[in-house]
Each structure stands twice: as C-alpha cells, then as structure tokens.
C-alpha cells in the first residue's frame, strides 16, 4: 500500500525569525509524501521573503498570500486546498520531532483511527516540559475523546498535536472561527466525527511560548474570546444532541475556565491595569454563570458578542 499524502497547514503572521525552525523541522520528516501548505496572514515583516524562498528551493512548501484575516481563516485558507488523506497543523513559531508524521500515520493506519493525538513539550525561557499525557497507546471512540476533550487537564483540545483524517472536515465547510483559543470550539466537533481516535504518549511537538504571542501577550480580548469559545461549544453540543450528556463535563470545564483565568489575569504577567482586573474576572463569572444554565434555551451571550467586547485578532500562537 503506498504511503498517503500529508498535508500539514502553518499559519503565519510576524513570525520571520522563527518561521525558518519551523519549516525546516517539517521538511527533515521521515515521511513523504509531504506537501507543506504556509499561509501568510497579511505579515508585516519579512515573514512573505521567508516563505517565498522556502517554496522556491523546496516543491514540498506551497504558499498562500492573504490579508491579515486571523488564525483560524488562515487555517481554513489551508485547509480548502489540501489535497492530502491526513492533515496536521503547526503554528509557525513551533517544531516538530522528525518522525511526527511518519509514526502517527503508522499508527492511524494500524488502529483505522481517524484521529491520533500525541504529547507534546511546552518550551519556555529556554525550558522544556513534557505535558504529563497519562494515556498509553491505545483507542477512544470519537465521542469519547470528543468529551474528554472538554477535560483541559487531561486531553487539551489544541488544533496542533493530532493527525486528522481529511475527511472530518466537511466540504465548504470553514471550522475555525476568527477568535482566540478557537480549537477549543472545534476541536470537539472533530473528534466528534471520528469512529476511532488513537492516543499516543510520545511527545513529537513543542510548543514554544512567546511573550508577543496570543496567549503571551494576554490582555482582556482574550480573556472575551475564551468565553465566545465556550459560547460556541455549548450551542455545538445543543445540535449534537450531546448537551443533557455531556453537561457535567461542560460544567466541570467551565470551572476550569475560571480558574484559569483568574490565574492569568492576577497571577501571571499581562496587560491589563490592575484596577481592571477585578471587574474583568467578575463579568468572566457572569458570563460563566449564564453558560452554566441547564436549560438549552436560556440566554447566553452570542459568540459574535463574546469576541467583540474586546478586538480579537488572531495570530500564530
């Protein structure tokens, strides 16, 4: 059986320093066939030269031009021209281990798993630490890992350390909104679709935090786009038919939303004035609150509005 093509989509915005480790760790991967689609998000600095001479000395590398749109339609802008059967996601500022490709589409094939999910290494300040993945090497149904997604300590819902089958993603369809931590409302949905999901503890990616960053340079848009996600995952989980079964979870996962907030916003750097931040969490609470209702039909904020109290443009994270 031939080996399948992988399509693997780098969103990139002012990143020109770090795009270089990115895409050269993409194409030291064992596997090939191998097609490396870069969208430059509208970048201001030498992130388009970058690119542009990648594509040019290697036919793996494809390039998009656009104006700056955000993360997410600039992983949609990807994903409408993926030829491959599987797809993988790498933000631009982080790498890869050379057998990322290779081992998880191994693995897909020997579990007929739609999705594999692997660990990964947060870099910071020059420091490596492994997630502490638990799984052994084993299977999920995809409503299984679809809920246990909701679980941030346990399975994080992030775009970037799976493989997916390419199928999962309907036609015509755009699954990443244009707001911060928009995995968060997609991700499920994915996993959702999947028969099987694979888990792995191996760690192949690393994820490299930066103070200029999405969740580096942290501010009040932020803290308004994680509730538009939750926003979003709850009216998924009303048309799936999941909300009556799955609301312990999202419950649990919106207590976890607030704590990790509240650490954010006092405990860690950031942007916001100290007098803000009282009142920015007590708001976050109340639109928790608001999710936190029972009933399908009680009022919650939209998304649109979630995500426009504060700008939320997106970048490579």
């Given amino acids: 059986m031939p080996e399948p093509l992988v399509s693997v989509l780098v969103p990139v915005l002012d990143v020109a320093g770090l795009l270089p480790r990115c895409l050269d760790s993409l194409l030291a991967q064992t596997h090939r066939p191998l097609e490396i689609i870069v969208v430059n998000d509208g970048s201001a600095d030498a992130s388009s030269d970058v690119i542009e001479r990648y594509a040019a000395r290697h036919p793996e590398v494809r390039a998009i031009h656009q104006e700056h749109r955000g993360l997410g339609p600039a992983r949609n802008a990807a994903l409408a021209v993926a030829e491959g059967e599987y797809v993988a996601m790498v ?7 050379p057998g990322f490709l290779a081992d998880t589409v191994r693995l897909a094939r020997r579990t007929r798993a739609d999705v594999v999910v692997t660990s990964f290494w947060f870099n910071a300040l020059g420091v490596s630490l492994r997630f502490p993945f638990a799984a052994r090497e084993r299977t999920l149904t995809g409503l299984g890992a679809a809920e246990l997604s909701l679980d941030l300590a346990r399975f994080p819902a992030f775009a ?19 707001i911060f931590y928009e995995d968060l409302a997609t991700t499920p ?3 959702a679709r999947a ?28 803290v308004f786009a994680f509730a538009a996600s939750l926003t979003i995952l709850r009216t998924e989980l009303q048309q799936l038919g999941l909300w ?3 609301y312990p979870a999202y419950r649990k996962l ?19 004035p100290f007098r ?6 007590a708001r976050f ?6 999710l936190a209702e029972p009933r399908p039909g009680a009022p919650v904020a939209t998304a649109g509005r979630a995500a426009g109290e504060s700008p939320a443009v997106s970048g490579a994270a």
Avoid at 91 to 97: F, G, K, N, P, T
Avoid at 254 to 272: C, E, F, K, S, Y
Wanted: charged share 30%; glycine share 6%.
């Fill in 195 to 222: 028969t099987t999901v694979a888990q792995t503890r191996r760690a192949y990616y690393h994820y490299c935090l930066r103070s200029d960053s999405i969740t580096g340079d942290f501010g009040p848009r932020n």
């Fill in 254 to 272: 919106l207590r976890d939303a607030r704590v990790l907030m509240t650490i954010q916003v006092l405990l860690q750097r950031n942007r916001i």
């Fill in 91 to 97: 933000d631009a500022d982080d790498w890869v281990e």
């Fill in 160 to 178: 970037w350390n799976k493989l997916y089958r390419r199928d999962l993603f309907l036609p015509g369809e755009d699954p990443f909104p244009n």
């Fill in 285 to 290: 609470a109340g639109r928790l609150r608001a």
């Fill in 244 to 246: 009556d079964d799955w």
């Fill in 189 to 191: 949905r994915l996993l």
């Fill in 276 to 281: 803000s931040r009282g009142p920015l969490l």
